[in-house]
């Protein structure tokens, strides 16, 4: 046996033979388990439907390949922490556990900047219509391939001696050296809070919210031609698109958060006072994350979940699946029809639109949309002084 994977030869992190509850080590890693299995099938198949439909591919779902790429890197690397919770210590020695702690963090590093590129997508095609005609397929990849090398950038810092990877509290897994009294070390653990997590974090909620109040005002002014069908159903899906992105920010920023209060603690309080089980659980928490993304976009994107189902390995499950989605469909449609036919029969008048900026969403679908104006501008008819 190697003798380093108990010894413990990565400096400054003492020898203890157990540092949480043993039962805790077996429901950790039970939970890791399911984050290995489920995230890495729920995300290779993903990936495989955006494979075997070419027409998917649009912008927006460039960037939610890379988001299901960087989900299933980090679920297939979950595997080594759960190996180390079932033997309640690290089995694969020190040059493992540095590739661990530099992959997870690689993969949760390029995942939130991937979550930063969509919400700027979102904020150009739904808030600066005119523009949304360049964010092509071509410039969202090229946005994607800037975003990985940034994540990688910032986790190999390490490996040039700005910062260090070393094991985590329970020593069943790996990651950034938080309590360091170095001062190299601790102005890599600063720089990276600000530069890959409250810096994106302000670009997301700056992008979000104009993409709210666009949605509102788009809703309460009738800029679309609301008695249109064509109309309602494309705010319906601008509605259900910003909803989709707002749920995957929520999953990702509540998973990372717990870990990353606890690792803010360890850098500018004392890491000796932190309980080893609140080193160890937040860090499973935000593993968790991976498994979330393609549970979101299958629970809320219609044609990618009907080519997810036509994917499943179980041919009769998907087509039972897919019989129960078209039932859905057609109860939709006749909802839609009555509702027109409610509204001509009243006489309401439809007025005609110019569209001018086709926007890609629903997995592959277009809508067409005007150029929004600014929910801060005057109405027509309104003066713009009080």
């Not at 920010?249 to 360890?266: D, E, K, M």
């Not at 935000?286 to 044609?303: E, F, H, M």
């Not at 900026?357 to 592959?364: N, Q, R, V």
């Amino acid at each position: 046996m190697n003798t380093s994977n108990i010894s413990g030869v990565v400096p400054g992190v003492p020898l203890v033979k157990y540092f949480i509850p043993q039962p805790l080590y077996y429901i950790i890693g039970t939970g890791l388990l399911f984050v290995f299995t489920f995230g890495s099938f729920m995300n290779f198949t993903g990936l495989l439907v955006f494979a075997k439909n070419k027409h998917m591919r649009s912008p927006t779902n460039t960037f939610i390949i890379s988001l299901l790429m960087g989900d299933f890197g980090m679920s297939i690397c979950s595997f080594i922490s759960m190996t180390a919770h079932y033997n309640r210590f690290y089995l694969w020695g020190d040059n493992v556990c540095t590739f661990e702690g530099f992959w997870m963090y690689f993969m949760g590093l390029t995942n939130m900047y991937t979550i930063m590129g969509i919400s700027f997508d979102r904020y150009i095609v739904i808030a600066k219509p005119l523009q949304a005609s360049k964010i092509t397929t071509r410039v969202a990849v090229a946005a994607c391939l800037a975003i990985w090398f940034q994540g990688f950038a910032w986790a190999a810092f390490p490996f040039l001696g700005w910062g260090r990877y070393t094991y985590e509290a329970g020593r069943t897994s790996c990651s950034v050296q938080w309590d360091t009294d170095d001062i190299e070390s601790a102005s890599y653990n600063i720089s990276i809070f600000i530069w890959s997590l409250f810096l994106p974090l302000m670009l997301i909620f700056y992008c979000y919210y104009n993409v709210f109040m666009t949605i509102r005002h788009v809703a309460r002014n009738g800029v679309w031609d609301m008695n249109s069908r064509i109309a309602r159903k494309n705010l319906r899906i601008e509605k259900k698109m910003f909803k989709t992105i707002v749920y995957m920010l929520v999953s990702y920023v509540g998973s990372w958060t717990p870990y990353s209060i606890v690792s803010l603690w360890a850098i500018f309080g004392e890491a000796k006072d932190i309980p080893p089980y609140l080193m160890t659980v937040p860090a499973v928490i935000a593993k968790s994350a991976c498994i979330w993304d393609p549970l979101i976009y299958v629970g809320t994107n219609r044609q990618f979940r009907m080519a997810f189902y036509n994917t499943l390995p179980c041919d009769g499950l998907g087509k039972m699946l897919i019989k129960r989605e078209e039932q859905k469909d057609k109860e939709a449609d006749a909802s839609d029809d009555e509702d027109e036919a409610g509204k001509k029969a009243e006489g309401t008048a439809v007025k005609k639109t110019t569209l001018v900026a086709p926007i890609d969403d629903e997995a592959g679908q277009t809508t067409q949309v005007e150029n929004f104006p600014d929910p801060n501008s005057p109405q027509p008819g309104q003066s713009g002084n009080p």
